[in-house]
């Protein structure tokens, strides 16, 4: 079921849960969403996104490496785009990282479930996801996934 769903609630809550792992990476989650920004989405569902793409950034990212969160409304959609400024991914890879059971990370590392599992659920949601790798032309490292949403407001009533 969708419904208004804030995106930065929804961040903050992902990189809450990302963070109570303290055997983890530390790295720093900046979350720059407008805190009045209202997606057409399974908050749930979209948490589990977050949660997915987050996890990975902070598994390619250095150690205190940054990963930004912001969102732009255009309009008729939200871009949502979450940035880190780990290792990257090759370019023959980018197009097989949404398959079921792919995975880069070392054997026991991952399921290689998580990207596929983002890719469904922006589906299921009327959305998409795509990746930019490296974010910067001339670089090596950084990723950048781009969310896709409807845009949304808790007042009116929702058409589906």
Known sequence: ?????????????????????????????????????????????????????LSNARDASPDQGEITVWAQDNDNQVTIHVEDQGRGIAPE???????????????????????????SIMEDMGGSVHITSPVHAGETAGTRLTLSLAPANYGAELEV
């Open 93 to 119: 890879m980018q197009s097989r990282v949404f398959e079921p059971f792919y995975t880069s990370k070392e054997p026991g590392e991952g399921t290689g479930l998580g990207l596929a599992l983002v890719f």
């Open 1 to 53: 079921q969708l419904g208004p769903a804030n995106l930065a609630d929804c961040v903050d809550e992902a990189i809450s849960l990302l963070s109570l792992d303290r055997d983890a990476r530390a790295v720093v989650f900046s979350n720059h969403c407008d805190r009045e920004m209202v997606v057409l989405a399974n908050a749930q569902r979209l948490l589990q996104v977050f949660i997915n793409l």
